[in-house]
């Protein structure tokens, strides 16, 4: 066993008392749900009695499940709005991480670079041919996420920035990893990812020249950026303070990092 994770655990155990045995359960972002998996697993091996339940259903389910209590923890992978806000006042929101969003095209694609006011006009359907960014004459087709994805809206947010909709063209997927299996298999497709999926079947795009990589994002250089949230319906049990205290110290945001993302505390 990892000798940060156990001494990391060792501390909050001791701070916050020894956590009886409890069930945590989780609910929402689909982007948050992989990365939360790991966090739990390394957290019940050092924490007896703890088990953490796991499901997604997208950020909106996180709000949801958090505000009315149907789970302890509602994970979101965008910024929670004002209105969700005043629907439930007593929500907690804690950055446990910030992640990239790549725009990514298939091997078919030579283009490398776009500018952020070209992927906007993109997706929004005002560009819809290759030969107009620099690439082939072709068509392009849109892969985007569905309604009430967090990568959605946090795209639609920093890219679009409420100047366009998404056009009714696009090809809609349920995943991060749905949509790069159809950008990677469908020829001349664009989409946008979490970095925590970016694989060698899909090229990600430089933006305004900055490549997407963690080291661009972490100096603010790149972009495109959003938080990735842990959310509870006000002060949590002390089972879920033990977790959430976990994943906030040295050895969970080991586990950020080492899952491709940006860590917001210290590392060891």
Do not use: H
């Not at 703890?50 to 789970?71: D, F, H, L, P, R």
């Not at 960014?133 to 985007?144: D, K, N, Q, T």
């Not at 639609?156 to 349920?174: K, R, W, Y």
Request: glycine share 10%.
């Amino acid at each position: 066993m990892n000798s940060s994770v156990m001494y990391a655990a060792a501390v909050i155990l001791s701070t916050c008392g020894a956590v009886s045995a409890e069930g945590i359960t989780v609910a929402g972002s689909t982007t948050v749900q992989p990365l939360a998996e790991k966090l739990a697993l390394a957290y019940e091996t050092v924490a007896p009695g703890v088990t953490v339940e796991i499901s997604g259903g997208g950020s909106s389910v996180g709000v949801t499940s958090a505000g009315n209590g149907s789970a302890d923890i509602g994970t979101c992978s965008r910024e929670v709005t004002q209105a969700e806000f005043e629907r439930f006042p007593d929500l907690e929101a804690l950055c446990i991480a910030r992640d990239g969003i790549a725009i990514i095209v298939g091997p078919d694609v030579p283009v490398t670079n776009l500018s952020k006011s070209q992927v906007r006009d993109i997706f929004a359907g005002d560009i819809t041919d290759w030969s107009e960014v620099g690439g082939p004459s072709e068509p392009i087709l849109l892969v985007s996420r569905e309604e009430g994805s967090g990568t959605r809206a946090a795209f639609e947010n920093i890219v679009l920035a409420d100047a366009a909709l998404i056009s009714g063209a696009a090809v809609l997927q349920p995943s991060n990893g749905a949509i790069v299996t159809t950008v990677a298999t469908t020829p001349y497709s664009i989409g946008y990812v979490s970095f925590g999926y970016l694989d060698g079947s899909v090229t990600a795009l430089s933006i305004n020249g900055v490549a997407a990589t963690v080291e661009n994002a972490l100096a603010a250089r790149y972009p495109i950026v959003r938080p990735l949230l842990m959310l509870t319906d006000g002060e949590p049990s002390p089972a879920v303070r033990g977790w959430l205290d976990f994943i906030m110290s040295p050895a969970g945001q080991s586990i950020v990092e080492s899952e491709g993302y940006l860590s917001v505390g210290p590392v060891e």
